[in-house]
């Protein structure tokens, strides 16, 4: 091997070997110089695999039919610079190959494919064991109520509507791997020992997990009590590990039944790992009687309780996930698909709560009805109208009071209800709802509002029904003395 020189001479390697070696024996034997190795080399060992690859924290697979999708989304997760590693497809049979030889953290595909649609990809995905955990994300524009139904029985995680764009839900799947990941999961261990204790703390800190630690059951309950928000979606922690046999009073079977009958935490909700020394049918017996989800035997190894410990947790994020599922379905059951305001059925099942609630009062109520709806559908069509009514929906919803809320009544009506609003101020309120909605320019079509308004209050203690009327009451008298005006009820 040759180098050139600044004299343009050619000159061994050896030569500045030669030259060279007393620094480097200098910089060899110098412990700073070897500890600022060893660093360098533990920090390059978080990016490094022994096989000199890229590690990466989380993998993807993608599955659209379309190459340029595809290429999108590839691109969206690589601008976000994490370490995710994405692997596309363009079909569910081509998922599946993948699947069955690699792991994912989430699998996103979109509804449409050539072979099945992502529906039926996830029902494939379920009846596997290997994959049955998996999450599975359903990219749509056209999430309704009865796909929404349909693909949460199939075993869907979550829907995106990808009418937000690529870069959107590059940031949803991110958030979703961070709330899923190790750095998480939030464990509560109950532990009298403390060299056991620490040692367990250390196993599950070096997969990132938070650890809480508490020497009794009392404790952990008085911490259990202290934050219980009857929730799941908002439960402090992801699992309970507690030794079965604990000093002081209660031992750790006496928590665990207080955290299933007391708290009222199902095992889905909270699940409850329990460590036991002892390998008898009867104690294994009785700790599963007692609420436990899973036991590990005492010594604990660390491949077993790590494994354990994940796999309660995926438990717990897949019910977390379901919950939420419910009430979006809820929220959607409760909302004008056309207005995206809520629906009558909102006003019979919350809005009966709210006016027999003395902290919502005073109650004020309008009823607001399109003039000549009627005449705008005959004229320019029933597409119009649906733009009308919708256009109209929102420049109510977005022009009252964050508590207020906006109802489709029916047909061509609204209801608003504003809790903590006196009649007086809703009147000034609904004036300036009318001004607005008369200078919208709705694709060329102006409407105008004809609105009631009444209120429930500690000195007019009327029911719901009873102030709809008056405020319907009130409405009717707009109406008739030419429209495009507020009219307040009388007492």
């Given amino acids: 091997m040759i180098v050139s020189c600044t004299k343009n001479e050619s000159v061994p390697v050896t030569h500045h070997v030669a030259i060279l070696k007393p620094t480097f024996d200098k910089i060899i034997n110098n412990p700073e110089y070897m500890r600022m190795g060893r660093e360098i080399e533990k920090k390059v060992s978080e990016f490094i695999s022994p096989s000199g690859r890229f590690k990466v924290s989380s993998r993807i697979l993608v599955v659209d039919s379309s190459a340029s999708a595809r290429a999108l989304i590839m691109k969206a997760f690589q601008n976000k610079g994490t370490m995710i590693e994405c692997v596309a497809c363009k079909s569910a049979k081509e998922a599946l190959e993948h699947l069955e030889d690699e792991t994912f953290n989430v ?3 979109s509804l449409l494919l050539p072979d099945m649609d992502g529906l039926e990809l996830c029902r494939r995905i379920r009846s596997n064991k290997n994959t049955r955990l998996t999450p599975v994300i359903v990219i749509s524009g056209d999430a309704d109520e009865r796909l929404l139904m349909e693909g949460f029985s199939a075993g869907v995680t979550d829907y995106f509507d990808k009418s937000r ?16 990941s190790g750095t998480a999961h939030r464990i509560l261990l109950v532990e009298d020992s403390p060299t056991v204790a620490t040692a367990i703390s250390r196993m599950l800190i070096k997969q990132g997990m ?46 665990l039944h207080a955290i299933r009958a007391r708290l009222k935490y199902g095992p889905q909700e909270l699940p409850v790992l329990v460590m036991t020394g002892s390998d008898s049918i009867e104690q294994q017996v009785e700790v ?38 419910k009430q979006q379905m809820e929220i ?3 909302t004008d698909s056309l207005t995206t ?36 559908n005959d004229q320019h069509g029933h597409l119009k109208g649906d733009k009308v009514l919708s256009s109209v929906g929102k420049k109510l919803k977005y022009n009252i009071p964050a508590d207020g809320v906006t109802i489709r009544y029916g047909g061509e009506e609204f209801c608003i209800l504003l809790p903590n609003y006196d009649i007086d101020k809703a009147g000034q309120l609904a004036e300036r709802l009318r001004s607005k909605v008369e200078q919208m320019d709705i694709d060329g079509v102006n409407v105008t509002l004809s609105i009631g308004v ?22 009717y008298s707009a109406k008739k003395d030419g429209r495009n005006r507020v009219e307040i009820a009388s007492t």
């Fill in 107 to 109: 699998v996103t595909t």
């Fill in 165 to 180: 764009g690529h870069t959107a839900l590059a940031d949803f799947v991110t958030r979703y791997l961070e709330c899923t």
């Fill in 210 to 255: 938070e650890v809480t630690h508490y020497a009794s059951a009392e404790d952990a309950l008085e911490l259990l009590e202290a934050t219980d928000s009857k929730s799941a979606l908002n439960t402090q922690f992801d699992l309970v590990l507690t030794d079965f046999h604990l000093d002081g009073k209660m031992t750790g079977g006496d928590l």
């Fill in 288 to 325: 599963f009687n007692a609420g436990a989800n899973d036991y590990v035997g005492k010594p604990v190894t660390e491949q077993a309780l790590i494994a354990r410990v994940r796999s309660l947790v995926l438990v717990r994020q897949q019910y977390c996930a379901l919950q939420r599922q």
């Fill in 332 to 334: 959607l059951s409760m």
């Fill in 341 to 376: 305001t809520f629906n009558r059925r909102y006003l019979m099942d919350y809005g009966y709560e709210m006016s027999t609630d003395p902290d919502e009062l005073p109650l004020a109520i309008m009823i607001i009805d399109l003039d000549h709806f009627k005449v705008i």
């Fill in 454 to 475: 009444s209120e429930i209050s500690t000195d007019h203690p009327d029911d719901l029904e009873t102030a709809l009327k008056k405020a319907d009451v009130a409405l």
